[in-house]
C-alpha cells in the first residue's frame, strides 16, 4: 500500500461526525458514512464504508434529513442509506475484490465522493444479472431497463 493510500486511509477512519457546507455542498458525515445534498442538482448521496466494503447511494430528502451526525449508531446510519438507490459497490476482503457501477453515472452523480476502486470491475451484463436477482438491488432494476431498452432501440 503506497504512503498516499495510507494516509487517505487513515483520514478516513478518523473522519469526525460533523455537517459542514463547501459551495453548493451540504455534507454530513458520521462514522462509516457520508451523505451529500447538492443543491444545485437537487440531488442527495451518500456513500458509506467499512472494512474492505465501500458503496455509493443515491438517497433522498427523508433519508438525508434522518441522519445524525452525533449520537447515531453506525448500522442505523447504514440501514438508512441502504434504502436508496445503489450506485456503486466495491468489495475487498479475502475472497475476492471487485467493482460494480450499478448506474454508470455514479461518478457524475456522486462528484464529491472518494471513490474506492479494486480495478476489476464487473462487466455490464454480470451486473445487469445480479440486479435481476439480488432482491436488494430492486432499487436498480427500472432504472437499468429502461438504459437497456434506450440502447436496443438506438441499435436496431
Known amino acids: 500500500m503506497s ?19 463547501e459551495s453548493a455542498l451540504h455534507f454530513k458525515t458520521g462514522p462509516g458514512w457520508k451523505a451529500c445534498y447538492d443543491s444545485e442538482r437537487e440531488l442527495y448521496t451518500a456513500e458509506i ?18 441522519l445524525k451526525t452525533k449520537g447515531m449508531e453506525r448500522r442505523e446510519a447504514h440501514g438508512l442509506i441502504n434504502t436508496g438507490r445503489h450506485l456503486y459497490k466495491s468489495v475487498s476482503d479475502r475472497n475476492s475484490s471487485y467493482d460494480i457501477a450499478l448506474d454508470k453515472e455514479y461518478m457524475s452523480l456522486c462528484p464529491w465522493a472518494d471513490v474506492q476502486k479494486t480495478g476489476e470491475m464487473w462487466e455490464s451484463e454480470l451486473t445487469d444479472l445480479a440486479v435481476a436477482i439480488f432482491e436488494s438491488e430492486k432499487q436498480n432494476r427500472e432504472q437499468r431497463m429502461k438504459k437497456l431498452n434506450e440502447q436496443k432501440d438506438t441499435n436496431l
Do not use: Q
Open 3 to 21: 504512503t498516499v493510500s495510507r494516509k487517505k486511509k487513515k483520514e478516513k477512519r478518523i473522519r469526525i461526525p460533523a455537517e459542514y457546507t
Open 49 to 66: 464504508f467499512e472494512a474492505g466494503y465501500y458503496d455509493l447511494y443515491e438517497i433522498n430528502e427523508e433519508i438525508f434529513s434522518k
